[in-house]
Nanobody
Framework: VQLQASGGGSVQTGGSLRLSCTLS????????MGWSRQAPGEEREFLAA????????YSADSVKGRFTISRDDARNTVYLQMNSLKPEDTAVYYC?????????????????WGQGTQVTVSS
């Protein structure tokens, strides 16, 4: 499976960004996908996940209410809509995927990772 992430950029505090991640090489609905981020000097933080077969979603408490994960089956793409961004949201954001057959819910590990996209929030 290949993952292609895009949509990062620089915004001011309170702004919004939408990240996209397109899955190719496998059947979209057989996967669960998620987003994580890693700030400099910090461990990778799991943010959200979505089941591509059922549409069920999960969000970490740290982003609940501000970040929303969604999917577009026709485009084999998962989105992370990020609103009310704060400087502490600055990080490299990664999308990831795991086969349903290898996964719990919510997923605790992923089999494939995208290349990462930088998000910078300035005050």
């Amino acid at each position: 499976v290949q993952l292609q992430a895009s949509g990062g950029g620089s915004v001011q505090t309170g702004g919004s960004l939408r990240l996209s991640c397109t899955l190719s090489g496998r059947t979209f609905s057989r996967y669960r996908m998620g987003w994580s981020r890693q700030a400099p000097g910090e461990e990778r933080e799991f943010l959200a996940a979505i089941s591509l077969s059922t549409g069920a979603t999960y969000s970490a408490d740290s982003v609940k209410g501000r970040f929303t994960i969604s999917r577009d089956d026709a485009r084999n793409t998962v989105y992370l809509q990020m609103n009310s961004l704060k400087p502490e949201d600055t990080a490299v954001y990664y999308c990831a995927a795991v086969s349903i057959s290898h996964s719990t819910w919510p997923p605790v590990r992923f089999d494939a990772w995208g290349q990462g996209t930088q998000v910078t929030v300035s005050s």
